[in-house]
């Protein structure tokens, strides 16, 4: 049986400020300390078969959200942790959330290795053939068809998950946020809208994908972010127009919960959201120039964010109009 385990964990937000310097964006609120969050959360390990981890992801009961990094193994590193597995050694396990509504389990740590078996299993590794590298005899130059049936009780291998989900408090998974942070290992830290991407998936999500490709957009911000950073000041536009009053450290928080609030969004509130900025950022882009938002090189998160609120809020009281200009598919003018 498995074994369950609650646990109350401390956790608290990284500093990214350092981070966004990097992408050429300058956020204080990345520098404030978290407020500390408190969470129960009940997890447990559970051995899974190769043979059914791959069924489970082909079902997409394990899956990994298509924001996620891109498989980034070389085929010689996915042969070496085949290998491991046809030599009955131990590997490390995975991270595993379930989903309450749907049951299917968020891959939080151990993409690279279960998407190996998944690639192994096929055949294909991208265009080209699956066949093992770089590794010893008998099964250098394999293929997962070319095992013998002795060899493929590869199949029998087991790979230890730790399965989690959060039991308190109720009607907010920020847990998987923290976790997802720290856990994660994919090499270089995954920054807080790359999470947010990863663990509301949804229609959401693909706003502001859709969104973040705005040409004025690009021209204001440049451009795209490696790290969804542009992504993320979209969601603080949205967050801080529409939730203003409900704000409250730590910012990770706020953009957490507005992420969460609109992840399953509807086509005639998508609609309203996408009119909302490409509006707004026409009207900023017409007003104040190529480069607004920038009080010095830098473009600075707090002056995007009351600049981009006020003239939406402007813009709901009625035309504005600069010059001959139209603003925004709204006409521009202060009056």
């Keep these: 049986m498995p074994r369950r385990k609650a646990q109350t964990q401390s956790l608290e937000g990284a500093d990214d400020f350092e981070l966004d310097l990097a992408e050429g964006v300058e956020d ?64 490390p396990g995975v991270f595993l959330y379930r989903e309450p509504d749907t049951g ?35 099964w250098r130059g394999r293929t997962y068809d070319e095992l013998s049936e002795t060899e493929r009780r590869l199949n029998d291998a087991v790979i230890h998950a730790t399965i989690f989900r959060q039991e308190e408090p109720k009607g907010d998974d920020q847990s998987i946020y923290y976790v997802f ?22 229609p959401f999500v693909g706003l502001l ?11 204001v911000y440049g451009p795209i972010s490696r790290r969804m950073k542009d992504q993320e000041l979209i969601l603080r536009f949205f ?11 730590p910012m990770a928080k706020f953009l957490n919960t507005s992420m969460d609030k609109w992840r ?35 473009l600075n998160a707090a002056v995007f964010d009351s600049v981009m609120v006020g003239l939406a809020t402007r813009l709901t009281k009625g035309p504005v109009i600069s010059g001959t ?11």
């Design 181 to 202: 942070e720290r856990i994660n290992t994919g090499g270089t830290r995954l920054s807080g809208q790359e999470i947010r991407t990863c663990i509301y998936h949804g």
């Design 209 to 219: 994908r859709g969104l973040n490709k705005d040409g004025t957009w690009r021209g």
């Design 104 to 138: 299917k389990h968020l891959i939080i740590d151990g993409q690279q290795r279960l998407k190996s078996l998944q690639y192994f299993h096929s055949g294909n590794f991208g265009e080209r053939r699956f066949r093992l590298l770089d590794i010893t005899l008998p």
């Design 239 to 249: 967050s801080f127009y529409f939730r203003k009053d409900e704000y409250a450290r």
């Design 28 to 91: 204080d609120a990345e520098r404030g300390l978290p407020d500390h969050i408190r969470f129960n959360i009940t997890f447990f390990g559970a051995d899974y078969p190769v043979e059914t981890i791959v069924q489970r992801m082909l079902r997409n009961d394990f899956f990994i959200p298509d924001f996620q990094r891109s498989y980034v193994w070389s085929q010689k590193q996915a042969s070496r942790f085949i290998e491991s597995l046809l030599y009955g050694l131990p590997v």
């Design 325 to 335: 200009k139209p603003c925004g598919g709204l006409s521009c003018t202060f009056g």
């Design 264 to 298: 399953w969004i509807n086509e005639d509130d998508a609609q309203t959201f996408h009119s909302l900025f490409a509006g707004t950022i026409e009207a900023a882009h017409l007003l104040l120039g190529d480069r607004p938002f920038r009080p010095e090189r830098a």
